[in-house]
């Protein structure tokens, strides 16, 4: 069974991807376009994940291959075919159906059973002696939990001490949403085919991928001259977004950045907010708080400029700053209130996290010039519903939350989302079970906070951020491990990778 570690050689897996629903037209417009037929494409496909499952388990001597009445499972012929070939042994449990298989798994299965290969009905007894499983029961088509005799062969599958391969998708993953309505395979790697689906990046899919592969079978030249409305961002980007800096430049062009929050018993959120700003490169910071926090947030972190939250000390900041933070610590209470009111009319970039959020889903507004940083809890209260409908469809979720708050809204989470008035969306490709701490988020504003105050668009530093964060993560979890990462562990490793020169050198 899968060790629920993602990993991926993120030089293979596109940046581009396409929703699921789009798939089959681009299957058969991207194989039109250089005259291969979709049995031509299948053939393709079960060479990709035959050559994955060789080389990730060499020494397996008995695959059990599970076929669902698809395409999917005619994926699974063909590696059955090509492992019987290899002279591996073979066991072949196939789904029936009173519906005839598409024709491309149909002539997949006779090539099958030409080889003299045996197709074994689902119910069939399993060998003692498996030392891989191959899932190729259901594809990209799933929309609703997997039926009893599917759901059992799941279920035997993921208590089985043998790997699994899974193609294109685990059987039972929402290739779109990323949902698991019922039992689904727990694979410890994946193959996907043609091109990338949202699903595999987004909801439970890092609980069930395992290591991510993707081959586009040859059609990486069609693949590259269309657009796509979803992309996928992770560290490799960062250089495009964070070049390195003028030898002349000085802290005015780096921006003016003001962080509002910290009430009573709350200083700690609004100080991690500063310093990851800082950190992260923005020029100058001034932290309006409550009184009591300005001495210990001085003696933590000296380079913050902290004054006491007074309408007049908001009134001279909003003056003086390019980019506004608030929420981090901000209460609900009139104190928080009052100051959210004002901030409303700032006309510069701004960003709204936490309370800001609460008293946002409070008072609905509109605006263009406004990140919003919900995790699916304030998501919820955002849209008045419940937590579980944010998370059925979290690309849709974000894509709610824009249209109805506009500007730019980071719908937080494992595979968080990114989407815009524009119509992108991004899906964060960075980060690990580490950041369930407290803490994380008040970093992650200030992260894009100062990426703002870099003249980063609100889409830009709203995907670059989030990146930043999951990349400093991972770094702090490749050493230490996820189990125990605090929120300002990330500060030392913040300052590396924000700046991605220095690790093309390391690389290098």
Avoid at 149 to 169: C, F, G, K, Q, T
Avoid at 201 to 210: E, I, N, S
Avoid at 428 to 454: H, K, T
Wanted: aromatic share 4%; net charge negative; with cysteine.
């Amino acid at each position: 069974m899968t060790d629920h570690t993602v990993k991926k050689n993120p030089a293979s897996i596109p940046h581009s991807v396409w929703p699921a629903e789009a798939l089959r037209r681009v299957e058969q417009e991207a194989a039109d376009s250089i005259g291969m037929t979709l049995y031509e494409l299948m053939q393709r496909a079960g060479e990709a994940a035959f050559a994955v499952a060789r080389r990730a388990y060499p020494q397996a001597r008995h695959w059990l291959i599970l076929c669902g009445h698809g395409n999917n499972g005619g994926d699974g012929y063909v590696v059955a075919r090509l492992a019987l070939a290899a002279g591996i042994t073979v066991t072949l449990l196939a789904q029936e159906s009173d519906k005839p298989l598409p024709e491309e798994a149909a002539k997949a299965r006779e090539t099958w059973l030409e080889a003299a290969g045996v197709i074994h009905a689902a119910d069939t007894a399993w060998p003692e002696e498996v030392d891989l499983i191959v899932d190729g029961l259901l594809g990209t088509g799933l929309r609703s939990a997997p039926r009893n005799e599917i759901a059992r062969l799941i279920a035997h599958a993921n208590h089985h001490p043998a790997s699994i391969v899974a193609l294109d998708v685990p059987s039972g993953l929402n290739a779109q949403t990323g949902t698991t309505p019922g039992d689904v395979i727990h694979a410890n790697h994946t193959v996907t085919f043609v091109a990338l689906k949202p699903g595999l990046l987004t909801g439970k899919a890092r609980d069930v991928v395992g290591e991510l592969h993707h081959n586009a079978l040859g059609l990486e030249g069609w693949l590259a001259g269309q657009e796509t409305p979803i992309s996928r961002f992770d560290a490799s980007q960062l250089a495009q977004w964070l070049p390195p800096r003028r030898p002349t430049s000085h802290k005015g062009d780096h921006g003016r950045l003001v962080i509002i929050g910290g009430d009573h018993g709350t200083a700690g959120a609004i100080r991690m907010t500063g310093e990851a700003a800082l950190r992260t490169g923005a020029g100058l910071v001034r932290v309006l708080t409550r009184r009591e926090n300005i001495a210990p947030i001085v003696t933590a972190r000296p380079e913050l400029m902290v004054h006491e939250l007074t309408a007049e000390a908001l009134d001279d900041s909003l003056q003086w700053a390019d980019v506004v933070v608030i929420g981090p610590g901000l209460g609900q209470a009139s104190w928080g209130k009052e100051a959210l009111r004002k901030v409303e009319n700032f006309r510069h970039a701004m960003l709204w996290d936490a309370d800001a959020l609460n008293l946002l889903a409070i008072n609905p507004d509109k605006r263009h010039n406004r990140i919003l940083t919900p995790h699916p809890g304030e998501a919820a209260r955002l849209l008045n519903c419940s937590v579980a409908e944010i998370e059925s469809d979290r690309l849709h979720s974000a894509q709610r939350l824009v249209k109805r708050y506009g500007g730019v809204v980071v719908l937080k989470g494992a595979g968080t989302v990114v989407a815009s008035e524009s119509g992108m969306s991004g899906i964060i490709d960075a980060g690990n079970a580490g950041m369930a701490s407290g803490g994380m988020g008040d970093v992650l504003s200030g992260i894009i906070g100062a990426l703002l105050g870099q003249k980063l668009a609100l889409y830009d530093a709203a995907c670059a951020g989030c990146v930043v964060h999951g990349a400093a993560a991972d770094r702090l979890a490749d050493q230490y491990g996820t189990r125990g990462m605090l929120a300002t562990d990330l500060f030392d490793t913040l300052r590396r990778v924000v700046n991605p020169e220095i690790i093309d050198v390391e690389n290098d």
